[in-house]
């Protein structure tokens, strides 16, 4: 069963950096299409960005409002996806979210982390 | 980018209604929509991809279809368990944008 558990979210304040990390269980991260997506309080679902798998080139895309400011890696040893967020502002206050999607038997499966809550706020 | 607009926004219906919500991407998409479903307080799980296929533990009330440019979600029968909001998603390229949501209320 494929586990994703995100951590590292808290109080920062505007203009400091924050890094988030989703802990992945029965799934290889290398192998994966990862993603970040944030969900601001009260509001819809925002597209953050993704890192793609090792075999495809494990390069990364970002949404306009982060580009430039977050970055998304992976440790392949620790199985660990991360988000680096620079710059934060008080729009980025949200709970983010690691997700990807399996294919198991010709079917997709979606997984989702239960989200960790940051907060920019002076 | 592509933006991604659904409607409505929101919407109040009668249990066993029929609903729809649209989905509608600027540019052609093909079929790479996506459709979520989100409770209150819950993390969102998918219900549709590729635009119309179902996943394998949706009931199959929910039922989605389209491609290039429009989309339509249909919920066949409201049940009070379906009161949630619903996104779509493209993601034939990045920006894997979400449509805005829709709102579904039991009237």
């Known amino acids: 069963e494929v586990q994703l558990v995100e951590s590292g979210g808290g109080l920062v304040k505007p203009g400091g950096p924050l890094r988030l990390s989703c802990a992945a269980s029965g799934i290889t991260l290398s192998n994966a299409w990862m993603t970040w997506i944030r969900q601001a309080p009260g509001k819809g679902l925002e597209w953050v960005g993704r890192i793609k798998s090792k075999t495809d080139g494990g390069t990364t895309d970002y949404a306009a409002p982060v580009k430039g400011r977050f970055t998304i890696s992976r440790d392949d040893s620790e199985n660990m996806l991360y988000l680096q967020m620079n710059s934060l502002k008080t729009e980025d206050t949200a709970v983010y979210y690691c997700?990807?999607?399996?294919?198991?038997?010709?079917?997709?499966?979606?997984?989702w982390g239960q989200g960790t809550l940051v907060t920019v706020s002076s | 980018d592509i933006q991604m607009t659904q409607s409505p926004s929101s919407l109040s219906a009668s249990v066993g209604d029929r609903v729809t919500i649209t989905c509608r991407a600027s540019q052609g998409i093909s079929n790479y929509l996506a459709w979520y479903q989100q409770k209150p307080g819950k993390v969102p799980r998918l219900l549709i991809y590729?635009?119309?296929t179902l996943h394998s533990e949706v009931p199959s009330r929910f039922s989605g279809s389209g491609s290039g440019t429009d989309f339509t979600l249909t919920i066949s029968s409201l049940q009070p368990e379906d009161v949630a909001t619903y996104y779509c998603q493209k993601y034939n390229s990045a920006p894997a944008t979400f449509g805005g949501g829709t709102k579904v209320e039991i009237k």
């Open positions: 590729d635009a119309s």
């Open positions: 997700n990807t999607w399996e294919n198991r038997g010709g079917i997709n499966y979606d997984h």
